[in-house]
């Protein structure tokens, strides 16, 4: 016990967190944004997988490291291109676009990593974004290494919560695009158009997944390799269930599966791990997850038109 | 801020309006004018052309011919936000409003520039407050509208109009889902309306309602203007006769002799279910050639007690005898074995299914029993004879057997309806609502064939909220208040006035006081 409590006390445990947190928030709030306007964006996945590829390369071509993030979210924007065009003046099966949206932009991005290097069998290595330590709060005692020695792109992150925040409960944009979610109807009542605001909100929210994908090859592993993402995307549809589509609460939950996943890459070492097999612990995250999704969803209100395709003059 | 109307000339004027959808002629050639102040009826039985005529009003749809001016000024066409702009709101039958929003978001929302930096929540909750005061419409800026009631609802619908600055409203059948109680104080709102100047164009094919709000009745016909009248120049009659093209009368009800009890309740109650109130100790005889009517305000147990009789709730106390034998398991199947016809109340979600043909919908109930079905294999020549048979006998209007439900009007799902629980020859038919929404001609037939049935002997047990109805049609009148069932009536023994006491629970404490001497 006393092992565990030291984890708990230790700042790089708790920036381990933060680090590991970072890319699942940019990817939920690009799902909530598509979710809050009424599109399911099971695209995440992939269009993660896009992003950390398009970054990455960027970079290893010579690039900036903003290019490189600019440009991750341009080719994630592409995909919710398609994706919007497909789900929203069209009206197919958000599960079935999403999914293929997944397989295509995977199946991409694997493509052109090896048409770009054919002969290369060890993963090359780029030069991340360095911590950028801020001043005087990084001085802070266990908060500061943990919080605010971070890379600028973990910032940015948290930042992001704050303005979609913002955007969504405080500006028209924002009210519209939950109207867009809730009753598409009343949006075009208004002489808003629904289609521009669900295409708007796909392809934000795409291009916020992307940056989410980037994120891991430019801020955390400094390659790219194949199966990186390993599931990340399909976390982030859970939490955004589990904040109740609210972004601060999804923020929480960001920060709670960071926790439980940093938390058993160190178990694993301590003297408890040596007993265990260690996929228990590989499990240990999405096992608290679902039982906090099940617990914290209860109440959740679900966008009311969420899947649901708005064709003008259908009644 | 939308131009003041001028002191004379019409605010809104539509000039020979034509609209064709391929061969039909929706409009054609229609001219009408509204004047600051004023109210008028569209009237019209559905498919007469009243929505399109408002489509094109509101830019939905692009004219063949004809123009549209307001205030004084020509609308461009097919543009949906011009006529919004110009001050014209309007109150959809299906509300637009978002469920998990509060009143104020769906107040505000399409308001203010999309790219604005901040919504301005103090101003439009001030602008709500003044809206609410000057015209009598009160409700909660924070409540989220999914809490509120129907009538709450429509008031907020009003209120998105009126906080656009609109100078001319149009409702669309605005009665059609309030109760008389709510529907006078929607009257009261409209009336502070017209006095402060807006002008209202009231579109439904209830005659009473027109004649009580509106100054000029203007009716339609299969998309032509069959005439422009003064309420002070004509009357109910008169209209309905315009708007049928045909003479109306009322229905007959001969006198019967009521036969024995086909189905009693006896002090039978149900748990509550969300909103579905369950029944307290609930006394009920439907009798063989007896329509047995059910008043009340909606949300007060009719629900439970339809859900029950026809299988799909079990009671929690009390017994149910059919025929005379008590059936302690009680279920869908024996309902339907029973021989207890269903019109649901609502026809969309529980009466049929949307993309179903109409073949398919015309067995839903029997798709089990020959010769619909045979070991096990469908029949669908069979079925098909049989949707034919309903069509024809009960003059649905469709391309088709084979069509999908969906594309049908109210009116001739209903028919469908009917006619699949009136060819079984049902001797307890449940009848929920059975008119609702449908215009007169539909009416007209369904309630012949709801007294046709009670003269061949059958029982039926008529719920609706229009009192007018329930008085005409019922042989003996209940009326149902949280789940309590008054004593029955017999026909023409309580007024309006009587029954609506009833319905605010007034008459049960002298029941019970009597009952407490009994039990002394």
């Given at each position: 016990?006393?092992?565990?409590?030291?984890?708990?006390?230790?700042?790089?445990?708790?920036?381990?967190?933060?680090?590991?947190?970072?890319?699942?928030?940019?990817?939920?709030?690009?799902?909530?944004?598509?979710?809050?306007?009424?599109?399911?964006?099971?695209?995440?996945?992939?269009?993660?997988?896009?992003g950390a590829?398009a970054g990455w390369m960027t970079v290893?071509?010579?690039?900036?490291?903003?290019?490189g993030v600019?440009v991750a979210?341009?080719?994630?924007?592409?995909?919710?291109?398609?994706?919007?065009?497909?789900?929203?003046?069209?009206?197919?099966?958000?599960?079935?676009?999403?999914?293929?949206?997944?397989?295509?932009?995977?199946?991409?991005?694997?493509?052109?990593?090896?048409?770009?290097?054919?002969?290369?069998?060890?993963?090359?290595?780029?030069?991340?974004?360095?911590?950028?330590?801020?001043?005087?709060?990084?001085?802070?005692?266990?908060?500061?290494?943990?919080?605010?020695?971070?890379?600028?792109?973990?910032?940015?992150?948290?930042?992001?919560?704050?303005?979609?925040?913002?955007?969504?409960?405080?500006?028209?944009?924002?009210?519209?695009?939950?109207?867009?979610?809730?009753?598409?109807?009343?949006?075009?009542?208004?002489?808003?158009?629904?289609?521009?605001?669900?295409?708007?909100?796909?392809?934000?929210?795409?291009?916020?997944?992307?940056?989410?994908g980037a994120?891991?090859t430019m801020?955390?592993?400094?390659?790219?390799?194949?199966?990186?993402?390993?599931?990340?995307?399909?976390?982030?549809?859970?939490?955004?269930?589990?904040?109740?589509?609210?972004?601060?609460?999804?923020?929480?939950?960001?920060?709670?599966?960071?926790?439980?996943?940093?938390?058993?890459?160190?178990?694993?070492?301590?003297?408890?791990?040596?007993?265990?097999?260690?996929?228990?612990?590989?499990?240990?995250?999405?096992?608290?997850?679902?039982?906090?999704?099940?617990?914290?969803?209860?109440?959740?209100?679900?966008?009311?038109?969420?899947?649901?395709?708005?064709?003008?003059?259908?009644? | 801020?939308?131009?003041?109307?001028?002191?004379?000339?019409?605010?809104?004027?539509?000039?020979?309006?034509?609209?064709?959808?391929?061969?039909?002629?929706?409009?054609?050639?229609?001219?009408?004018?509204?004047?600051?102040?004023?109210?008028?009826?569209?009237?019209?039985?559905?498919?007469?052309?009243?929505?399109?005529?408002?489509?094109?009003?509101?830019?939905?749809?692009?004219?063949?011919?004809?123009?549209?001016?307001?205030?004084?000024?020509?609308?461009?066409?097919?543009?949906?936000?011009?006529?919004?702009?110009?001050?014209?709101?309007?109150?959809?039958?299906?509300?637009?409003?978002?469920?998990?929003?509060?009143?104020?978001?769906?107040?505000?929302?399409?308001?203010?520039?999309?790219?604005?930096?901040?919504?301005?929540?103090?101003?439009?909750?001030?602008?709500?407050?003044?809206?609410?005061?000057?015209?009598?419409?009160?409700?909660?800026?924070?409540?989220?509208?999914?809490?509120?009631?129907?009538?709450?609802?429509?008031?907020?619908?009003?209120?998105?109009?009126?906080?656009?600055?609109?100078?001319?409203?149009?409702?669309?059948?605005?009665?059609?889902?309030?109760?008389?109680?709510?529907?006078?104080?929607?009257?009261?709102?409209?009336?502070?309306?017209?006095?402060?100047?807006?002008?209202?164009?009231?579109?439904?094919?209830?005659?009473?309602?027109?004649?009580?709000?509106?100054?000029?009745?203007?009716?339609?016909?299969?998309?032509?203007?069959?005439?422009?009248?003064?309420?002070?120049?004509?009357?109910?009659?008169?209209?309905?006769?315009?708007?049928?093209?045909?003479?109306?009368?009322?229905?007959?009800?001969?006198?019967?002799?009521?036969?024995?009890?086909?189905?009693?309740?006896?002090?039978?109650?149900?748990?509550?279910?969300?909103?579905?109130?369950?029944?307290?100790?609930?006394?009920?005889?439907?009798?063989?050639?007896?329509?047995?009517?059910?008043?009340?305000?909606?949300?007060?147990?009719?629900?439970?007690?339809?859900?029950?009789?026809?299988?799909?709730?079990?009671?929690?106390?009390?017994?149910?005898?059919?025929?005379?034998?008590?059936?302690?398991?009680?279920?869908?199947?024996?309902?339907?074995?029973?021989?207890?016809?269903?019109?649901?109340?609502?026809?969309?979600?529980?009466?049929?299914?949307?993309?179903?043909?109409?073949?398919?919908?015309?067995?839903?109930?029997?798709?089990?029993?020959?010769?619909?079905?045979?070991?096990?294999?469908?029949?669908?020549?069979?079925?098909?004879?049989?949707?034919?048979?309903?069509?024809?006998?009960?003059?649905?209007?469709?391309?088709?057997?084979?069509?999908?439900?969906?594309?049908?009007?109210?009116?001739?799902?209903?028919?469908?309806?009917?006619?699949?629980?009136?060819?079984?020859?049902?001797?307890?038919?449940?009848?929920?609502?059975?008119?609702?929404?449908?215009?007169?001609?539909?009416?007209?037939?369904?309630?012949?064939?709801?007294?046709?049935?009670?003269?061949?002997?059958?029982?039926?047990?008529?719920?609706?909220?229009?009192?007018?109805?329930?008085?005409?049609?019922?042989?003996?009148?209940?009326?149902?208040?949280?789940?309590?069932?008054?004593?029955?009536?017999?026909?023409?023994?309580?007024?309006?006035?009587?029954?609506?006491?009833?319905?605010?629970?007034?008459?049960?404490?002298?029941?019970?006081?009597?009952?407490?001497?009994?039990?002394?």
């Open positions: 016990m006393g092992e565990v409590l030291e984890i708990f006390l230790s700042a790089s445990f708790w920036a381990a967190v933060i680090r590991i947190a970072s890319p699942l928030i940019f990817a939920t709030m690009g799902e909530l944004i598509c979710e809050r306007a009424g599109v399911l964006n099971l695209g995440i996945e992939g269009i993660m997988v896009v590829f290893y071509s010579g690039g900036g490291l903003w290019t600019v979210m341009l080719a994630g924007m592409l995909f919710g291109l398609l994706h919007g065009t497909l789900t929203v003046p069209f009206g197919l099966s958000q599960h079935v676009v999403g999914l293929g949206i997944t397989l295509l932009a995977t199946a991409s991005a694997y493509f052109a990593y090896r048409l770009a290097l054919p002969r290369v069998t060890a993963p090359p290595r780029i030069e991340p974004f360095q911590p950028l330590p801020i001043p005087i709060l990084s001085d802070i005692p266990l908060i500061g290494p943990a919080l605010f020695s971070q890379t600028p792109l973990t910032y940015l992150a948290f930042g992001l919560v704050g303005v979609v925040s913002f955007v969504l409960f405080r500006t028209p944009l924002g009210l519209a695009l939950r109207a867009a979610g809730e009753n598409p109807a009343a949006v075009a009542a208004q002489g808003l158009s629904v289609t521009g605001l669900r295409m708007g909100a796909v392809i934000v929210g795409s291009g916020l997944m992307a940056v989410g994120f891991l801020s955390a592993f400094n390659s790219f390799f194949f199966e990186m993402v390993n599931g990340r995307g399909w976390i982030c549809i859970a939490l955004v269930v589990f904040g109740a589509w609210m972004p601060g609460k999804a923020l929480l939950g960001a920060v709670l599966f960071a926790m439980f996943d940093a938390l058993q890459i160190r178990l694993q070492q301590t003297a408890i791990g040596a007993d265990i097999p260690y996929q228990i612990f590989l499990m240990m995250p999405f096992v608290l997850s679902i039982l906090a999704l099940v617990i914290m969803s209860r109440r959740a209100s679900v966008p009311a038109a969420l899947m649901v395709p708005f064709n003008k003059g259908e009644r | 801020m939308p131009p003041r109307e001028q002191a004379q000339g019409p605010v809104l004027r539509l000039d020979g309006i034509t609209k064709r959808f391929g061969r039909l002629v929706a409009n054609d050639a229609i001219s009408l004018s509204l004047h600051g102040g004023e109210v008028i009826a569209l009237l019209g039985e559905n498919g007469a052309g009243k929505t399109t005529l408002m489509n094109i009003l509101f830019g939905h749809y692009t004219a063949d011919s004809g123009s549209v001016e307001l205030f004084g000024q020509a609308l461009p066409q097919g543009n949906p936000r011009a006529a919004l702009a110009a001050g014209v709101g309007m109150v959809h039958q299906h509300f637009t409003l978002a469920d998990n929003l509060s009143v104020l978001d769906n107040l505000v929302l399409g308001t203010q520039p999309l790219w604005g930096a901040r919504l301005d929540m103090a101003g439009a909750r001030a602008k709500l407050a003044r809206l609410a005061q000057d015209f009598g419409l009160a409700v909660d800026p924070d409540a989220r509208v999914g809490t509120l009631s129907v009538g709450e609802r429509q008031r907020v619908e009003i209120l998105k109009a009126l906080y656009r600055d609109a100078r001319i409203l149009i409702l669309d059948e605005p009665t059609a889902v309030l109760t008389p109680q709510q529907a006078d104080a929607l009257f009261a709102a409209l009336r502070k309306m017209v006095a402060q100047g807006l002008s209202i164009i009231f579109i439904s094919h209830k005659l009473h309602e027109v004649m009580a709000i509106a100054s000029r009745v203007v009716v339609l016909r299969h998309g032509k203007l069959m005439g422009e009248v003064a309420v002070t120049d004509t009357d109910p009659r008169a209209l309905a006769e315009m708007m049928v093209g045909d003479s109306i009368s009322p229905p007959e009800v001969r006198a019967m002799t009521p036969g024995p009890a086909l189905l009693e309740l006896r002090a039978v109650s149900t748990p509550d279910r969300g909103n579905v109130r369950g029944l307290h100790r609930v006394d009920l005889s439907l009798r063989a050639g007896t329509i047995t009517g059910l008043a009340g305000v909606s949300g007060n147990g009719q629900a439970g007690l339809a859900d029950l009789i026809a299988g799909t709730e079990r009671p929690s106390g009390g017994e149910i005898r059919l025929h005379g034998t008590v059936h302690a398991h009680w279920s869908v199947t024996k309902a339907l074995r029973a021989g207890i016809a269903r019109i649901p109340e609502d026809r969309h979600k529980t009466g049929t299914i949307a993309d179903f043909t109409l073949t398919e919908n015309a067995i839903l109930e029997r798709y089990r029993d020959a010769p619909f079905a045979r070991r096990g294999w469908m029949d669908w020549r069979a079925a098909r004879a049989f949707a034919e048979s309903v069509i024809r006998s009960y003059d649905v209007r469709c391309p088709g057997p084979e069509t999908r439900i969906r594309l049908l009007s109210g009116g001739n799902m209903q028919k469908l309806i009917l006619g699949r629980v009136m060819e079984t020859g049902p001797q307890i038919i449940l009848a929920n609502q059975p008119v609702r929404g449908l215009d007169i001609g539909a009416i007209t037939f369904v309630q012949g064939q709801l007294l046709a049935a009670r003269d061949r002997g059958a029982a039926v047990l008529l719920i609706s909220e229009d009192l007018d109805e329930i008085q005409t049609l019922s042989d003996v009148i209940h009326v149902i208040s949280e789940g309590r069932l008054s004593p029955p009536f017999a026909r023409g023994s309580m007024s309006a006035g009587d029954l609506g006491r009833w319905m605010v629970g007034e008459g049960y404490a002298r029941e019970n006081m009597a009952g407490g001497q009994d039990a002394a």
